[in-house]
C-alpha cells in the first residue's frame, strides 16, 4: 500500500477528495473496498509480530480494516482531529464515548436539547453503572457552571440541536469543561465538518452520525469519533477492540466516497435551506421559522461565528397545532414524510409524536417542541419545487 504524499498541506475541500487514500500495487485511482474479515501472515513469525505491535499490518476487522481506515484518516483530516474510529452507527460512537472513558461516581452535564437516544443512554443505562448526569439548558452557560460537580468528567452537547436548532456557545462551554479537567464531547451530526469544526473551538472529543450528512444519500449506517491520541490510546481503543461496534467495510466505503462530495452538497444543502426558510416565513399559516443563519433566529450572531453556513434542516411551526401540522405533512407531493434527516431526498417530521414522543410532555415543551412544530430537511432537489409543494400543502391546512 502507497499512501498520499503531503497530507495536510491541503485546503478542506482537496482533503475530502484526496484525506486518507492509500492504493494498492494495482495504482487504482478510486478507493478499493476490502471486503474481508481476516488477513494472512507470511509467516507464524510475522503473524507473532503483528500481535505484539511490533510489526505493522492488519489482523482482524473488528480492530481495523484498511477501508475503514482511509474513511478515518480522512475524517480526521476533515475534522482536524489527531484520531479517529468509524463505528457501526451514530449511537454506537456516542455509547461508546461514555463507556470507554466513564467509570462508577462519574458524573456527566448535558444539554437538554438531545438526540433521543443519546438522552436514553444517559439517563436509562448509564445509571445502571453508578455515573449520574444534570440537564442543562444548553444555551446558558451560568448552568453549566452551576451543574459542574467534583466528578463531573464529561459534558456533551449538540448544536444546532434537534429539532429548534438551539445554538450553544462551544468556546464558553469548553473553557468549562478545561477549569474542570474534565472532556467536552460534541455531536456534530447537524453540522457536519464542512460547517463546524468543533475542536478549533475547544472541544475534545467530536462524535458524528454518518448516517446523516456525510452519507447523504439516506443508504447506510455510520458514525464516527474524533479525538487525542491519549484518549484514542487510554480509552477508546481498547473498550472498540473488544467490545467490537465496527463498521462494516462496505459502510465505510459508502462514507468514504460520499466525503468526496460532502462539500458540494453542503454547500447546496446550505443554500436551498435558506430559500426555503425565507419562503416559509412568507406565509401566512406559519407563526414562527427557526434557521440558524436568519437573523430572526435568536443565536443568529454566535451561529455565523461558529459556522460556515446554516445547515440543510428549517424547523418551524404552523398555526393550528398538531391538526395543522398533520395535515400539511399529509398533503405534501414531493416531501417525504420520514424522521430521518440529512438524505439528497427532502423529508420532513413532526417531533412531537416521532423523534421526540417519549419525551415527557413538560421536558417537551421545555425543548420547545411544540404541537404544531415541524422539521424539514431540506434536500438536493430544486428549491423551487419544494417551495412549490409547501404552498400547495400549506393551502390544505
Ligand atoms: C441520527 C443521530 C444520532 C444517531 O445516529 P445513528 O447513526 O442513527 O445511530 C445521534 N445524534 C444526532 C444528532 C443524530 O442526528
Not at 478507493?31 to 494472512?40: C, D, K, N, Q, V
Not at 468549562?176 to 475542536?199: C, E, H, T, Y
Request: glycine content about 10%; overall charge neutral.
Amino acid at each position: 500500500m502507497t499512501t498520499n504524499k503531503k497530507p495536510g498541506k491541503w485546503r478542506a475541500r482537496t482533503l475530502g477528495v484526496r484525506g486518507g487514500q492509500m492504493r494498492t500495487p494495482f495504482q487504482e485511482t478510486s478507493e478499493p473496498l476490502f471486503m474481508t474479515s481476516g488477513y494472512a501472515y507470511e509467516s507464524a513469525d510475522e503473524a507473532e509480530g503483528r500481535f505484539t505491535g511490533a510489526a505493522p499490518g492488519y489482523q482482524y476487522s473488528r480492530y481495523s480494516n484498511p477501508t475503514v481506515t482511509m474513511f478515518e484518516e480522512r475524517m480526521a483530516a476533515l475534522e482536524g482531529a489527531p484520531a479517529a474510529r468509524a463505528t457501526a452507527s451514530g449511537m454506537a460512537a456516542v455509547s461508546g464515548v461514555f463507556l470507554s472513558a466513564l467509570k462508577t461516581g462519574d458524573h456527566v452535564v448535558g444539554a437538554k436539547a438531545m438526540f433521543g437516544a443519546c438522552r436514553y443512554v444517559i439517563e436509562e443505562i448509564l445509571p445502571r453503572f453508578g455515573i449520574t448526569h444534570t440537564f442543562v439548558d444548553g444555551g446558558d452557560i451560568d448552568q453549566w457552571a452551576a451543574a459542574m460537580t467534583p466528578g463531573t468528567r464529561m459534558l456533551f452537547l449538540e448544536t444546532p440541536a434537534n429539532p429548534t436548532l438551539a445554538i450553544v456557545d462551544l468556546k464558553a462551554v469548553a473553557k468549562i469543561a478545561d477549569k474542570a479537567g474534565a472532556w467536552l464531547v460534541v455531536d456534530n451530526a447537524f453540522a457536519s465538518p464542512v460547517l463546524q469544526r468543533p475542536m478549533a473551538f475547544g472541544a475534545h472529543v467530536v462524535v458524528h452520525s454518518s448516517t446523516k450528512y456525510i452519507d447523504g444519500q439516506g443508504r447506510a449506517l455510520g458514525g464516527v469519533i474524533l479525538c487525542k491520541e491519549d484518549f484514542l490510546k487510554d480509552h477508546l481503543q481498547p473498550f472498540l477492540r473488544n467490545t467490537g461496534p465496527a463498521i462494516s467495510p462496505f459502510n465505510a466505503w459508502l462514507h468514504l466516497k460520499s466525503l468526496e462530495t460532502l462539500d458540494l452538497r453542503m454547500r447546496a444543502h446550505c443554500e436551498s435551506a435558506a430559500k426555503v426558510a425565507d419562503f416559509l416565513a412568507g406565509q401566512k399559516k406559519i407563526t414562527r421559522v427557526l434557521y440558524p443563519f436568519r437573523e430572526d433566529h435568536p443565536q443568529h450572531k454566535l451561529a455565523r461565528a461558529q459556522m460556515a453556513g446554516g445547515g440543510g434542516v428549517v424547523t418551524f411551526e404552523v398555526d393550528g397545532g398538531k391538526a395543522a401540522a398533520f395535515r400539511l405533512e399529509n398533503a405534501l407531493q414531493l416531501i417525504d414524510v420520514s424522521n430521518n434527516l440529512g438524505d439528497a431526498k427532502s423529508i420532513m417530521t413532526h417531533p412531537e409524536t416521532t423523534t421526540h414522543q417519549r419525551v415527557n410532555p413538560q421536558a417537551r415543551l421545555e425543548l420547545g417542541v411544540t404541537p404544531g412544530l415541524l422539521r424539514l430537511s431540506v434536500g438536493l432537489e430544486d428549491p423551487a419545487d419544494l417551495c412549490e409543494d409547501l404552498e400547495q400543502a400549506l393551502k390544505g391546512v
